[in-house]
């Protein structure tokens, strides 16, 4: 079973996709930051991270560089955002974004860009698992 972890600050919404990805046969881990979904991420080694961008204590991009830094490249990261600001999907192409949604957002276009991303990489992550490097900038 394919393992997703939600980064989400609002809990609603992250309650709401972890049902949606789950029905659809995921297993879900969540997380309300970007601090402790960097440690989960380390730790479980997930096979996709769903991150919203604005959390407080670290931003989904942070999350998305410290990865790389840590060369965990090969973890596919979907960004969602409630922001209009230009240049967010741009940011997160550059940081190796496999898709880019605003909310609101169609459920299943959220779970066909999962699908998409998991079959496109799925050979093992590269980097080795280091929990105890998790710093963050905000």
Request: hydrophobic share 45%; with cysteine.
């Amino acid at each position: 079973m394919k393992k997703i972890l939600i980064m989400e600050d609002d809990n609603k919404i992250a309650t709401a996709l972890a049902i949606r990805l789950e029905a659809a046969g995921y297993e879900v881990l969540t997380a309300p930051d970007g601090l402790d979904g960097l440690k989960l991420a380390l730790e479980d080694r997930p096979d996709l991270i769903l991150t919203d961008i604005w959390m407080p204590v670290g931003t989904g991009f942070s999350v998305a560089q410290r990865l790389k830094d840590l060369g965990l490249t090969g973890i596919p990261l979907i960004f969602i955002t409630a922001s209009k600001l230009k240049g967010l999907r741009e940011a997160a192409q550059k940081l190796g974004g496999a898709a880019f949604f605003e909310k609101p957002y169609d459920p299943e276009q959220l779970l066909a860009a999962v699908a998409k991303a998991l079959a496109r990489h799925s050979g093992p992550h590269s980097g080795p698992p280091t929990a105890s490097k998790t710093c963050l900038s905000h």
